[in-house]
């Protein structure tokens, strides 16, 4: 199970953190990664983490304003949103990837919303 926190509404510019906690699996196994949908879009990677901190990747409508990471210990991820943008504003949603197996497992989704 994956649960998703920390949406809500934000001015452009500003700030927003969002957490996963994951349960019911073994989180240290499995990819992490954001995905976001806005209305009448489809689904998008917006960034990725492998089963240990290392290497990342990014959308590069997001490079150098978001930043995933993970505790392990917590079983969390989480993504740093700086200098958002109106046209940040989708429905975000965590996936887990098992780097073993196919199985993976989606939250929610939380809202984000950019508006002034």
């Known amino acids: 199970q994956l649960v998703e926190s920390g949406g809500g509404l934000a001015q452009p510019g500003g700030s927003l953190r969002l957490s996963c906690a994951a349960s019911g699996f073994t989180f240290s196994t499995y990819a992490m990664s954001w995905y976001r949908q806005a209305p009448g879009k489809g689904r998008e990677l917006v960034a990725g983490i492998p089963t240990a901190a290392g290497s990342t990747n990014y959308a590069d409508s997001v490079k150098s304003r978001f930043t995933i990471s993970r505790d392990n210990a917590k079983k969390s991820v989480y993504l740093q949103m700086n200098s958002l943008k109106p046209e940040d504003t989708a429905v975000y949603y965590c996936?887990?990837?098992?780097?073993?197996?196919?199985?993976?497992?989606w939250g929610q989704g939380t809202q984000v919303t950019v508006s002034s």
């Open positions: 996936n887990a990837q098992s780097r073993y197996t196919a199985s993976s497992y």
